[in-house]
């Protein structure tokens, strides 16, 4: 989904914080700048003994005595030398004491003398010395002790120090505060039109969703009322609220939606859940109030929230719940219970894990109607192809349908990338039409990832990666269940692969026999089995293979119920769905221990048929590999040629009783029965 603003509160927040850094310094540097000020501009600090020595000489005029310092000032005489001494007046060797004098500013570090008016020159800590008065006596030295002023002294210190840096922090806090869960003003934290998108006219219709026709359908229905909202209060209809649109990514749920607003011609508002999701408790449920207001403001119009599971998870009631997110939606909530439909105003909202989504927010009255957009079927694909291929120019080699053949599994926004890439591709050659050799080159692209041209492997690897290859190859040609091959190639793709084989079915399947499966398991294995076969040892480019062949055989165990050891047990149950699959374990450990024991005998048991299968077909093998390695490429027809050669098995112009013809432009690699073996569960 497009978002012109959906950066701008990330940036809200940084400035907030910028604020109480940047206020935190600047109070530091005052708080400690003042408090070297008040320390640093005091008397200059000598030894105890220097005093007394001072003393004897009777340099001394008056001596102040505080809690822990003696401070001293120095006669006029004794003052005046120390000046020729150093060359500066008054407390060699600081500025500021001179300057405090002329000020005649006292309360600093060291009490001011009263009689002298003038501030100590030196200070220096007490020693237990208890002649200390007598000393002073017998110099004839004026002394004092002053307690009062100390304390006032620690009183500012500490008034300056804490209280101050403390309270001015608190301040800017309490102001940042406000500043958030008001919303508007400076920062705008609160304010939810800071990441809502907003269309007037999409100009998207239903014309442009190619496929999900039953999504269509319920939502033309909501379309129709917003047209005519009366048509339906009249009769004493509800109208509702929101509409939940389910399916994985890239699906079409914002097309949909943007489709529903362009069709009923109403403003569509469009923001993401995660964006009502912040740090600071109390904005998303501001964020929420805001957009309700917005809308109503605007009806009719369409609201549109992707990724609804961002706010709309269960709560929990465990300790150290989100309340930020609780708040969030049970605003959402309030709000969703709170408008009314008849001034024409819909919430749309998406999501690929309906399954974690609060039950508070499918209750009738709220997102109550679920509209599936589910990944495309052949069909779909064809439709979707063709509405992309609508603005490209193409030659008449485009054969639609055989992409999409090609791409089973292929949702909305991969198909719209591919025709794009087909079109970029064809420029990049210089031609001015796309064919279909584009877009095969394009479904790659999306698939597998670029061609890497820049890597080069040693040949002894391209010998390992093209016998790997053709071990796939080999062995899917070899069995019956399996899907055609359609092309081989030992050119690395930026994705990963080193080489890879691409099949494709003959036609759309949505079941999948235990042979089917079997097969595949084999198939995946065969690439590992020819690396063994022929060079004796095995190498890391299995890896891929091996978690396929495990994925395969353990669904087959744990949720097909293809096992005689497990029968019909259901062992595993898919936890979202819509999109990575993942499966969870619902069995004891016991259990678990033995279905890991069942995987590994399947995969055991399809690794010694692909291996006994290239056995018996060396020969072929090694001619196939040798060509790949030669020509890099070669399409399922080359193959087939090799293979069929070798194995003495007639063209298909004249095909055997069950070797199917090979359609047009599309290749049947279904071998002819004699050449199959006969092991392998068949
Ligand atoms: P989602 O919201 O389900 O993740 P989008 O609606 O954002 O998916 O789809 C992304 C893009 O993929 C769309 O802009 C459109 O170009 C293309 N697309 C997806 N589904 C379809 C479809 N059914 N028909 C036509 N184009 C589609």
Known sequence: MDNNNRNKDPNHNRQGWGIILVTTLLVTFMVMGLYSMMRGSGPEEISYDKFLSMLEDKKVQEVNLSSDRIYITLTDEARQEEFEESGQAGNPGNVFSQLQEQMQ?????????????????YYTGYVNDYTLVDKLDEAGVEFSREPADTLGQTLLELFITVILPIGLMAIML??????????????????????????????????????????????QEVVDFLHNPGKYSGIGAKLPKGALLVGPPGTGKT???????????????????????????????????????????????????????????TRDSSLGGNDEREQTLNQLLAEMDGFDTNKGLLILAATNRPEILDPALLRPGRFDRRIIVDKPD????????????????????????????????AVGSDLANMINEAAINAVKHGRQVVSQKDLFEAVEVVLVGKEK????????????????????????????????VQKITIVPRTMGALGYVMQTPEEEKFLNTKKELEAMIVVALGGRAAEELVFDTVTTGAANDIEQATKIARAMITQYGMSERFGLMGLESIQNRYLDGRAVLNCGDATAGEIDEEVMKMLKAAYEEAKKLLAENRETLDKIAAFLIEKETITGKEFMKIFREVKGIPEPDEPEEGAPAEREGRISMKPAEDSRPAAGGE
């Open 255 to 313: 097309l949909l939606a943007k489709a529903v607003a362009g069709e009923a011609k109403v403003p569509f508002f469009s923001l993401s859940g995660s964006a009502f999701v912040e740090m600071y408790v109390g904005v998303g449920a501001s964020r929420v109030r805001d957009l309700f207001k917005q809308a109503q403001q605007q009806a009719p119009c369409i609201v549109f929230i992707d990724e609804i599971d961002a706010i709309g998870k």
């Open 174 to 219: 309490v102001w940042l505060m406000r500043k958030m869960t008001k919303g508007g003003g400076m920062m705008g934290i609160g304010k939810s039109n800071a990441k809502m998108y907003m269309e007037k006219e999409t100009g998207v219709t239903f014309q442009d969703v190619a496929g999900e026709d039953e999504a269509k359908e319920s939502l």
């Open 105 to 121: 500013s006292g309360g600093s570090a060291g009490s001011t003398d009263e009689d002298t008016g003038r501030n100590p020159d």
């Open 453 to 484: 041209k820049d890597r080069i492997m040693s040949k002894e690897e391209r010998r390992i990666v093209s016998y790997h290859e053709v071990g796939h190859a080999l062995v899917t040609a070899l069995q019956k269940n399996t899907e055609p």
């Open 378 to 409: 052949l069909k779909g694909r064809v439709e979707i192809l063709k509405v992309h291929a609508k603005d490209v120019r193409m030659d008449e080699s485009v054969d639609l349908e055989a992409i999409a053949l090609a791409t089973s599994g």
